[in-house]
């Protein structure tokens, strides 16, 4: 079974930073990319950042330039290195693992969710 655990969220000021972490644990998976969704209250959940298999990235247009994501592949671990935060950041985050289980079937799984709040 594979399990995702989330970790870093919190209450922070406008400007500030903080860093997500995902760990996906398990045996038998193979990553093909992990990344970071966001809902906030009232509204669908978005893509904030992903990362695939290789290095490719890919960025929501409103955390360019201040959000990081990036991964370690001993530790099947993706971080989200936010900066200079804004309270529209304010929302649940959401880690996603897309991967290949017990090969060759997919597998699309999501964390808990870790609530950020930014406060003005």
């Known amino acids: 079974q594979v399990q995702l655990v989330e970790s870093g969220g919190g209450l922070v000021q406008a400007g500030g930073s903080l860093r997500l972490s995902c760990a996906a644990s398990?045996?038998?998976?193979?990553?093909?990319?992990m990344g970071w969704y966001r809902q906030a209250p009232g509204k669908q959940r978005e893509l904030v950042a992903r990362i695939s298999s290789g290095t490719n990235t890919n960025y929501a247009d409103s955390v360019k330039g201040r959000f990081t994501i990036s991964r370690d592949n001993v530790k099947k671990t993706v971080y989200l290195q936010m900066n200079s935060l804004k309270p529209e950041d304010t929302a649940v985050y959401y880690c996603r693992l897309e991967a290949t289980y017990r090969n060759p079937f997919d597998l699309d799984l999501w964390g808990q969710g870790t609530e950020v709040t930014v406060s003005s």
């Open positions: 398990g045996s038998r998976f193979s990553i093909n990319a």
